[in-house]
């Protein structure tokens, strides 16, 4: 079945509301790749209880709305969809523990075109339930690469931000470990091309491939300890657009350019030669 474009773009996506603790702080930094020092005093603030803080990445899973687009009435096939982008703003620090409210809607749907897939775009607004006060703002495309030409429109789309060419002014090789996507699923991902072997070779990959928002929460990683100094506060806005997919184990490489507070990048796997991330930008506060 096509995608039902009309259904599809007055499809009203259900408030979420999560409850958030101080094990889904912790377990969502592990899940990124924290801790891998455990003498890293650094590091150690995101992942232990004692004077904890939430990674700025952190941001792209409150109000996490799962896998809405599952619905078979909206005709899109589930076991072909991937990530496509990915961007966070955030307007107040990001909490360690209480109640917040996700607001998602559809902003838009592309026709690629047959045999090239379609993309949907989202925009979430996540707010603290007591006070009803901002958090942060999400945007988010996701790739639908089996159901292009369903007839709806090619555009518009948003021009990709241009990352430098030259060498960079920052390199950070991150590794990855073999049951990171099996960690990082339980901070409310559970799509089971990031777990099951058999579904992953039905999508067209050779093995369990890592989240999208996996490889994003690596390349904030990069940044945030490579022109951060480990300072959350810093970090403020961050977007980029995948690829290419990463496996469990292999390092991920950030390239960063820094342009005053504007920081332009990239991500890549050396062992393969591919960007997994690219026209990435990130914004940190002076």
Known sequence: MPIHYEK???WKIPVVEQRLTRRDTILYALGVGLGADPCDAEQLKFVYEERLHALPTMAIILGYPGPWHANPELGITRSHVVHGEQG??????????????????????VDKGKDK???IMTECTVREKAGNELICTLASTTFCRADGGF?????????????????????CDLPTLPQAALIYRLSGDYNPLHADPAYARKAGFKMPIVHGRLTFGIAGHAILKTL????????VSMEGRFSAPVYPGETLRTEMWRDGNVVSFHAT????GVTVINNGRAELKP
């Open 269 to 272: 796997v050396p062992s393969r």
């Open 88 to 109: 966070f703003r955030i307007h107040r620090p990001l909490p360690v523990e209480g109640v917040v409210a996700g607001h998602t809607r559809i902003t838009g749907v």
């Open 228 to 235: 951060c100094g480990y300072d959350p506060a810093r970090l």
């Open 117 to 119: 897939g379609a993309l």
């Open 151 to 171: 007839g709806g429109p090619d555009g518009p789309l948003r021009e990709p931000h241009p990352v430098p060419g030259g060498s960079p002014h920052h390199v």
């Open 8 to 10: 599809l773009l007055s």
